[in-house]
């Protein structure tokens, strides 16, 4: 009697497994889909759950699927407006903060980053952002500035627990 369900779990695990890199690929896709409508990029390359994209605005822009993790370079110290916009509506495809408010926190980390030197950090609504730039002193570092987007832990784990997501405590 407890031999069939034996049997049948051993046998549907492997189907389990072998599913679960094709859902993967899929999500993947969708995501990937979703950050070329938001941004207008274009997919330079895929492996795995990994996607490169190009884009005018950026001299690189790559997505790490699994981890929801978005990276953006550019050659430029102080790259053109343009490429903090491009930031601010992935973040929406992303994790659905506003564009307009990541652009402008993307901005004021850059501008801190250039000032002191050191890689800067913020979080605006649904979305975490980390920006820094290549010391003055080494014309030849490459790129020269960096910033790198996820979704919020704090706000997941404030849906989680079912409070919302702007909300202070106090």
Known sequence: MMLFPRLAAILLFPT?????PA???????????????ATG???????GTRAVFRSSDAERMSLDC?????IFSALEREPAR???ALIGLAAGALTGAKPETIET?????????LGTGRPQEGIAGRAALRCETAPDTDPF????TRCVLIPSIRAALRRRAGLPVGARAG
């Open 16 to 20: 389990l497994y072998a599913a679960t």
């Open 23 to 37: 859902a993967a690929a899929d999500g993947c896709d969708a995501l990937s889909a979703r950050m070329i409508r």
């Open 41 to 47: 990029a274009s997919l330079a390359g895929r492996d």
């Open 66 to 70: 699994r981890a929801r993790r978005m």
């Open 82 to 84: 343009r490429y903090y």
């Open 105 to 113: 926190l993307a901005l004021r980390l850059h501008q801190s980053a």
């Open 141 to 144: 570092a490459s790129p020269r």
